[in-house]
């Protein structure tokens, strides 16, 4: 029998194979298509759970996709698609639960006129099931801290094929876990979270030409350092590679406070020569996320990020002599600190919350560059890469045991694989970052 015909007979209904609109939109994802064996798409936690026991007992492997935003294509097995939990719902002091398959710009627009927001990333289209598991360093992080930060429940589908409700009361361990060690413990169906108000909000986006971005990234971070915790900003440097992009720093900012009040704080960037073009107003939380590129621009990305604990003089000329590499290299400072900082390092596995910012670095080569052209690239980009500590996994797209190392310091790691050997430990569960049980 074949691995379609015998899930189309374990999960009845909600199996899906090629021909069929629900295959390849399931099979789909940010990277391009897959080609797995079938696609899932199941409606409630009990057929998640069925499509579990039965993946387990075709022995194929299992992908799962939320918003899609984050996961390669799958190659083989199943893909267990929650496109049908896009649900929001606003309950009780701020609470808000939403499906793991609904995409933020959605959750953005549901809970707008309840005068909610809850920071996630800045783009409308990632889905909420990758993010809330991984991190989700959105648009008020210093105002609220990671994504992660404000679940306060998740309805969770185990390797068993049973459905848990796991809060800090209810599961302590697995519900650190879940707070940003990705898609290893289970299957995430829907999560609560605490959303906050966010009327009032002033922002907008400040251009710069190239003729100075050094001074750029001293007054961003001058701001940046002495800001209070309603500033919230993304500093990206881009390259001059394609018609209609203008090169050079932007400035993305927003707070929750006047415009006034904005433009003073940004003073000491707004009164740079180099300054183009400056869009500040008043703006909703939903019109600060932003529509997604459509797809993976074709380039072979090189390059890292980390969470910089420091924005020393050191560290932003490092920066600039990154940028100065002959092919184009884009840079992007996110502001951290504040509320970020103010969670423990052992609170949730994301554990360099002592950063002032995380640092994206990454030069475009042609897609079929060479390993040797790419590996000399790395070496220009590591000096500056060499001022952060860790990495975030959900922007980072090289895998294994290595990495890993990177993205967890070593505690943290061992605690994960324990509880992953507790709730997964025949290792059902394998995302691209993959945690493998204790043994
Ligand atoms: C254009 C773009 C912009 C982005 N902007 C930001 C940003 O501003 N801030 C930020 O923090 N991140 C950002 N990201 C990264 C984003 O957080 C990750 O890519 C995230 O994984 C996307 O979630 P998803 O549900 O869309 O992805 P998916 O591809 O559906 O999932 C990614 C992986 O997460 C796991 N997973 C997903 N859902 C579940 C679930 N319900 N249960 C168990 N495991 C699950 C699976 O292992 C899956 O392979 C961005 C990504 C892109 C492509």
């Known amino acids: 029998?074949?691995?379609?015909?015998?899930?189309?007979?374990?999960?009845?209904?909600?199996?899906?194979?090629?021909?069929?609109?629900?295959?390849?939109?399931?099979?789909?994802?940010?990277?391009?298509?897959?080609?797995?064996?079938?696609?899932?798409?199941?409606?409630?936690?009990?057929?998640?759970?069925?499509?579990?026991?039965a993946a387990v007992a075709a022995k194929v492997p299992i992908s799962v996709r939320s918003g899609g935003h984050g996961s390669l294509p799958a190659t083989e097995g199943v893909v267990i698609d929650l496109t049908e939990f896009d649900?929001?719902?606003?309950?009780?002091?701020?609470?808000?639960?939403?499906?793991?398959?609904?995409?933020?710009?959605?959750?953005?627009?549901?809970?707008?006129?309840h005068g909610l927001g809850i920071t996630s990333g800045d783009t409308l289209d990632v889905g909420v099931g990758g993010l809330a598991l991984g991190g989700g360093i959105g648009w008020?992080?210093?105002?609220?801290?990671?994504?992660?930060?404000?679940?306060?429940?998740?309805?969770?589908?185990?390797?068993?094929?049973e459905v848990r409700t796991v809060s800090a009361e209810s599961h302590p361990d697995l519900f650190w876990a879940l707070r940003g060690g990705g898609g290893n413990f289970g299957i995430a169906t829907r999560f609560t979270l605490q959303a906050t108000p966010v009327d009032g909000l002033v922002g907008g986006h400040v251009h710069f030409d190239q003729s100075d971005i050094g001074a750029v990234l001293r007054a961003w971070r001058d701001i940046t350092v002495a800001s209070p915790d309603e500033l919230n900003s993304t500093l990206v440097v881009m390259p001059p590679f394609a018609p209609g992009v203008p090169a050079g720093p932007q400035l993305a900012v927003a707070l929750r406070g006047t415009e006034e009040e904005l433009r003073r704080l940004l003073e000491p960037l707004l009164s740079l020569p180099s300054v183009t073009e400056v869009e500040l107003a008043p703006v909703a939380y939903g019109d600060l996320l932003e529509a997604a590129p459509p797809g993976r621009p074709p380039f072979r990305f090189v390059g890292g990020n980390g969470f910089a604990p420091?924005?020393?003089?050191?560290?932003l000329a490092a920066c600039e002599r990154a940028l100065a590499t002959p092919a184009p290299t884009m840079l992007m400072l996110r502001a951290l600190g504040g509320a970020f900082s103010r969670v423990a390092p052992d609170a949730t596995p994301i554990a360099y919350r002592d950063a002032e910012a995380l640092f994206i670095?990454?030069?475009?080569?042609?897609?079929?560059?060479?390993?040797?052209?790419?590996?000399?690239?790395?070496?220009?980009?590591?000096?500056?890469?060499?001022?952060?500590?860790?990495?975030?996994?959900?922007?980072?797209?090289?895998?294994?045991?290595?990495?890993?190392?990177?993205?967890?310091?070593?505690?943290?790691?061992?605690r994960l694989r324990r509880v992953k050997a507790e709730v997964d430990p025949g290792d059902v569960f394998r995302p691209a970052h993959h945690i493998a049980p204790t043994r």
């Open 1 to 53: 029998m074949s691995i379609l015909s015998d899930l189309s007979e374990r999960v009845p209904g909600r199996t899906f194979g090629p021909g069929s609109t629900e295959y390849d939109d399931g099979r789909t994802v940010f990277y391009g298509p897959g080609d797995p064996d079938a696609v899932i798409r199941p409606t409630t936690p009990d057929e998640v759970a069925a499509a579990v026991r």
């Open 87 to 113: 649900g929001v719902e606003v309950g009780d002091a701020g609470l808000v639960t939403v499906g793991a398959g609904a995409h933020w710009g959605d959750v953005a627009a549901a809970i707008a006129p």
């Open 140 to 161: 008020l992080v210093r105002t609220h801290g990671l994504t992660v930060d404000l679940v306060r429940e998740v309805e969770l589908v185990t390797a068993a094929g």
């Open 310 to 315: 420091e924005l020393s003089d050191e560290f």
């Open 361 to 414: 670095v990454n030069t475009l080569l042609p897609l079929d560059a060479a390993d040797e052209e790419a590996a000399a690239v790395q070496v220009g980009l590591d000096e500056a890469l060499g001022f952060t500590s860790g990495r975030y996994a959900n922007f980072t797209q090289e895998f294994g045991d290595d990495v890993l190392a990177t993205i967890y310091p070593p505690a943290t790691l061992d």
